[in-house]
Structures are given as structure tokens and as C-alpha cells.
């Protein structure tokens, strides 16, 4: 299921070598025709991604509460991606996971995953550099400026991502969509400033 080249030029607002998701490599990059164009394709040997979410609920400490419940929200997300014109890369509807990509919007392998009692949107950004300098000073100051989410690091502090959550009992359109706008605006207006980070 996950083992299908992806053969669509990619927008990466930052250069690294593969796509993490909770430290597990579900994608790797190659060089395109543009500094910062990339054909993306699927690392075999990863079929369930429920094997990358385990940890993560383990160190959040929620449920993954009632399956029948969740599959009805994840119907209602993936409906909302639809409607926001969002391009489904991959899903797993058992664990109810999205991985969604708009080019133009800067949506590269955004990873929605539906679980009571939250919806959570993470995008890996970059590898942290070997000498990030000021980097973690100039994070939280860009996410001052973020309408929605934030800038965060994984639990390893080696990557950088962008990461929102937001509640599915009052989940609508509006609140989805705010998200996405959200992220394409900090790939924005901070991607120049990522991409000389992630080459220090």
C-alpha cells in the first residue's frame, strides 16, 4: 500500500535527505531540477503507520478511545481535505491517518491523524543543523507570529516541525481550514530563513 512511487516535483521548503514521521522514515527525497523541487518517493518496508503513532500516545497520554466513534470523525476529516482541495498521498483508514500535499500551498506529507479527542496536523520541516546557532531563539519568535500552531522539535530534538491540534468534538470546517492557512503562511513567510538554518 505504501510502496508506490510518488512521481508528481514536490515543493520542500527545506532541503533533507528524508520524510520522518514520530523517528520513523516513511519517505525519502531526491534531488530535482530546482534547488527546492524534490521527487518524493515511498521507502518500502512500512505498511502500518500505526507502528509510527504508538510512542506518540504513549508520551501525550491519550486514549485512542472508541474505533467505531473515530471512523465516523475520520470520515467527516477526510471530507474537509476534499473541500479544501488537499491531495491525499496516503491513508490508512484503520488508524485513521491522512497524509495530505498541496504544492502551491506549501503542504509537503502533512500527516493528519483522527484520534479522540483531538485532531493532529504535523509537518516535518527540516533536520536540525549540526550548528543551529541562534535557530531555536529565531523558532520561538516566528511562532509569535503564527495564527495557529507552532514551530516544535521531535521528542529526539532532531528534527523541526510544524504541528497543530485541535478538538474533534467542535470540529468544523472553518477551524480545518484555519490550520492549513496557518501553515501555508509560515512556509511563507519563514522558508527562505529555514532553508539558511538548515544549511549551517
Known sequence: MYGDIVTKGMYIPARHDVFWYNSTIIASVGAGPRT???MVHVVKGVTDLSETHGSFYRRCGYHRGLKGKCM?????VKSYVHELHLFIVREDPAQHILIVQDDERGINNLVIDCEEPLLIFEQMIMDVPPNPGDMFCRLLQMNRTLVHGAFALTEDGKQVLFRD??????????????????LSLAMAEHAAELIAFSQQ
Open 36 to 38: 527546492s523541487f524534490f
Open 165 to 182: 491540534t485541535l478538538r474533534i468534538e467542535n470540529l468544523d470546517l472553518n477551524e480545518m481550514q484555519g490550520t492549513i492557512e496557518a
Open 72 to 76: 465516523a470523525d475520520f470520515q467527516t
